[in-house]
């Protein structure tokens, strides 16, 4: 239990759809980051929140957008929802934007059909 | 996207035995860290690994960080089925500090363990 929870759990939308996805931090940590982690392969980085601005994103398209709220708690929105789309979004907290003990949620299950 | 190289892929080992997985990368990193992932759930953090050199242990688990900070390991011993999973590592805080917080995963090690 690292006590960052992820909502919801599982999902499916259809191509060019619109998907939101919800993360609360440990407690005390203010530091939230998303991966997307297709089938067999390793977390890729999305991008990090850090007092409510975004610091640092991997390499993905801006489609791809979030926000952290005053709670330190995080959404991640993804537009014109494309097939590869389809993956276990994680979310991920630490304490500070140099933390580097990261804990991770349980994980959204993104289907797009 | 940059991926650390982890071997071995996969382990078939049977229930007693030491396993040994280990992780390169071309880039320096600060912080290395390894996690077990069961199926449908997250990545959980076993060990983290902050000074190079530093040999650290959780139980039956050791890691060490790389002396050239490119480098960690991880070691099991005497397994038991309840070990069976993904592991993952992952560096962080390349040289320049510029990236704490992110992490670059390698592509997991798949666990087996036959009672």
């Known amino acids: 239990e690292t006590g960052v929870t992820q909502s919801p759990t599982h999902l499916i939308k259809t191509r060019g759809q619109q998907v939101t996805l919800r993360c609360s931090s440990q407690?005390?940590?203010?530091?939230v980051s998303w991966y997307q982690q297709a089938l067999g392969q390793g977390p890729q980085f999305i991008f990090q929140?850090?007092?409510?601005?975004?610091?640092g994103r991997g390499n993905f398209p801006p489609r791809f957008s979030g926000l952290q709220f005053p709670n330190y708690s995080s959404e991640l929105n993804v537009n014109a929802l494309e097939l590869d789309d389809s993956a276990l979004y994680l979310c991920?907290?630490?304490?500070?934007?140099?933390?580097?003990?990261?804990?991770f949620g349980e994980g959204s299950w993104l289907t797009v059909v | 996207g940059q991926q650390l190289n982890q071997s071995p892929q996969s382990m078939f080992i049977q229930e007693g035995e030491d396993v040994s997985m280990n992780c390169t990368s071309s880039?320096?990193?600060?912080?290395w860290l390894w996690y077990k992932q069961d199926p449908g759930e997250g990545p959980v953090l076993l060990i983290a690994?902050?000074?190079?050199?530093e040999l650290t242990s959780n139980g039956r688990l050791t890691a060490q960080f790389g002396i050239t900070r490119k480098d960690s390991f991880l070691n099991i011993s005497a397994s038991i089925p309840s070990d069976v999973g993904i592991y993952f590592c992952?560096?962080?805080?390349?040289?320049?500090?510029?990236?704490?917080?992110?992490?670059?995963f390698g592509q997991g090690t798949i666990l087996t363990v036959h009672p």
């Open positions: 991920a907290s630490s304490l500070g934007a140099s933390g580097n003990t990261i804990y």
């Open positions: 407690s005390g940590h203010n530091t």
């Open positions: 929140y850090y007092r409510e601005e975004e610091n």
């Open positions: 880039s320096i990193f600060n912080t």
């Open positions: 690994l902050y000074k190079a050199g």
């Open positions: 992952a560096g962080s805080g390349n040289a320049g500090g510029t990236s704490y917080g992110k992490l670059t």
